[in-house]
């Protein structure tokens, strides 16, 4: 599907390239068709007196090569990613699911077993972008009004992507930044699962995973381990390192909220970020989703866009009814 927008670019191309005059035109014509990337191509022929109107409106949107890394449960519901975004490959992880297509070696880590083995099994095969995401539409950490994904990926803004190499889905800071973990201070307190153990824990998988980086005093990033990174960005690391981390992910003996939470909290580090990754949530937007008009807005989020809900669990009816079994104005947003 999405090479084929390229396709009726190289044939626009090479009909003009027919009705060329010389030949010498023709070979030179040739050539730069074959060599120039895909960008260039799109730009030359947008640039171009429209010879072929109906395949030039094609040729200027051309659907990026994305792939969609989804961690689910069987009990979870993913149909609006094919629903919405049918262009997009989306690789849905049924993780208790010994039937999924996409398998996992073992159920352990939360997402970050996922995650992992798309990194590993399609190494060789990554499309330019790729985007990490929990199963349901409607999640309380999706950051906008409504807490739905498809506005997130339907605004998302691949060339920032591609410029970043690393973004986190969420722009605004509450839970996660400026900092969440402490790992120098805070210490293992025995059997405990708090942000005391988070600390310690972090120190120690850090160590082990990441040797070549010295241990951060604090570390940053919006919360909820829903991402995207660039094919590029996930090769700077050779298929080793992720397979390493796989292997500790599966033998720890630690729970899966902290083994799963070391790698929340670790992602932007693994793919080149500082440890404190907290970029102004106002910039965020604008640059991510293309919102460069929110009111109330500081670092650390607009107030107009995200409100942290008062509970995980959003109410059964959500979006169309609220909190308190209230009706909310809400139109839901038509497939393409
Ligand atoms: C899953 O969500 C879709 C809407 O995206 C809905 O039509 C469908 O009924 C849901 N399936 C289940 C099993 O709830």
């Known amino acids: 599907?999405?090479?084929?927008?390229?396709?009726?670019?190289?044939?626009?191309?090479?009909?003009?390239?027919?009705?060329?005059?010389?030949?010498?035109?023709?070979?030179?014509?040739?050539?730069l068709n074959y060599f120039v990337v895909e960008n260039d191509i799109v730009n030359?022929?947008?640039?171009?007196?429209?010879?072929?109107?109906?395949?030039?409106?094609?040729s200027l949107n051309p659907t990026p090569p994305v792939e969609l890394v989804v961690a689910s449960t069987s009990q979870q519901n993913t149909s609006w990613y094919s629903k919405f975004f049918p262009d997009w490959g989306s690789n849905i992880f049924t993780?208790?699911?010994?039937?999924?297509?996409?398998?996992?070696?073992?159920?352990?880590?939360?997402?970050?077993?996922?995650?992992?083995?798309?990194?590993?099994?399609?190494?060789?095969?990554?499309?330019?972008?790729?985007?990490?995401?929990?199963?349901?539409?409607?999640?309380w950490h999706?950051?906008?009004?409504?807490y739905d994904g498809v506005l997130l990926l339907r605004n998302f803004q691949f060339p920032y992507l591609q410029q970043e190499g690393y973004v986190n889905l969420r722009c605004v800071w509450t839970l996660g930044c400026p900092a969440?973990?402490?790992?120098?201070?805070?210490?293992?307190v025995e059997g405990k699962v708090n942000k005391q153990a988070m600390g310690a824990v972090f120190r120690q998988a850090f160590q082990e995973l990441l040797p070549e980086h010295q241990v951060p005093p604090d570390v940053g990033v919006s919360?909820?381990?829903q991402f995207a990174v660039t094919r590029d960005t996930i090769r700077r690391r050779p298929r080793d390192d992720y397979l390493r981390f796989r292997e500790w992910l599966i033998k720890t003996p630690f729970p899966?909220?902290?083994?799963?939470?070391?790698?929340?909290?670790?992602?932007?580090?693994?793919?080149?970020?500082?440890?404190?990754?907290?970029?102004?949530a106002q910039d965020c937007y604008c640059k991510l989703y293309g919102m460069c008009n929110l009111?109330?807005?500081?670092?650390?989020?607009?107030?107009?866009?995200?409100?942290?809900?008062?509970?995980?669990?959003?109410?059964k009816d959500w979006p169309r009814i609220g909190w308190e079994g209230e009706e909310r104005p809400y139109n839901d947003i038509a497939p393409p």
């Open 1 to 31: 599907m999405r090479s084929f927008d390229l396709q009726a670019v190289r044939r626009a191309r090479f009909s003009y390239i027919i009705s060329a005059s010389t030949l010498v035109t023709l070979f030179v014509i040739f050539h």
């Open 44 to 58: 030359a022929v947008a640039s171009t007196p429209s010879f072929f109107p109906e395949r030039l409106e094609l």
């Open 95 to 139: 993780v208790d699911d010994q039937f999924s297509p996409l398998k996992i070696p073992r159920n352990k880590g939360h997402e970050a077993m996922v995650y992992l083995t798309y990194i590993i099994d399609r190494y060789e095969s990554l499309p330019e972008n790729i985007l990490f995401l929990h199963a349901e539409r409607f999640q």
């Open 142 to 146: 999706n950051d906008n009004p409504n």
């Open 180 to 188: 969440a973990i402490h790992p120098l201070k805070d210490e293992l």
């Open 223 to 225: 919360c909820c381990a």
């Open 256 to 280: 899966d909220e902290l083994s799963g939470r070391f790698f929340e909290h670790s992602w932007h580090i693994i793919f080149g970020k500082e440890p404190v990754h907290c970029p102004s």
């Open 295 to 315: 009111q109330d807005c500081t670092v650390r989020g607009c107030n107009s866009y995200y409100v942290l809900p008062p509970y995980s669990t959003l109410p």
